[in-house]
Nanobody, 128 residues
């Protein structure tokens, strides 16, 4: 069983930065793909970023590309999301997720249903 715990949320002003972390336990990550999703108030959960640890390829949503960076530690037990140039529309609960299958990953990396394990989320608020 994979357990995932996010840390690092908080309140920041527009243009500021935050770094989220996702600590994992229960299974090694190096055979999985992992990602970040977010859920803004009144909206559904949306894809933010993902990494395929089979080849370390990374993927970003258009809304965060160039501002957010997904990274990980050498042991691949902790996932990070560096968020720069934050905007009020980035306000959301951010969750990390892991998937146990890499089938058709390039076509499904943004699909919530393709992820098997989820953290509880950490809240990010960007004030204007």
């Amino acid at each position: 069983q994979v357990r995932m715990v996010e840390l690092g949320g908080g309140t920041v002003q527009t243009g500021g930065s935050l770094r989220l972390s996702c600590a994992t336990s229960g299974a090694p990550f190096n055979t999985y793909a992992v990602g970040w999703f977010r859920q803004a108030p009144g909206k559904g959960r949306a894809f933010v970023a993902a990494v395929n640890w089979n080849d370390d390829s990374t993927y970003y949503s258009d809304s965060v590309n160039g501002r957010f960076t997904i990274s990980w530690d050498d042991a691949k037990t902790t996932l990070y999301l560096q968020m720069n140039s934050l905007k009020p529309e980035d306000t959301a609960v951010y969750s990390c997720a892991a998937r146990t299958s890499l089938d058709n990953f390039s076509a499904t990396y943004a699909a919530r249903f393709s992820y098997d394990y989820w953290g509880q989320g950490t809240r990010v608020t960007v004030s204007s």
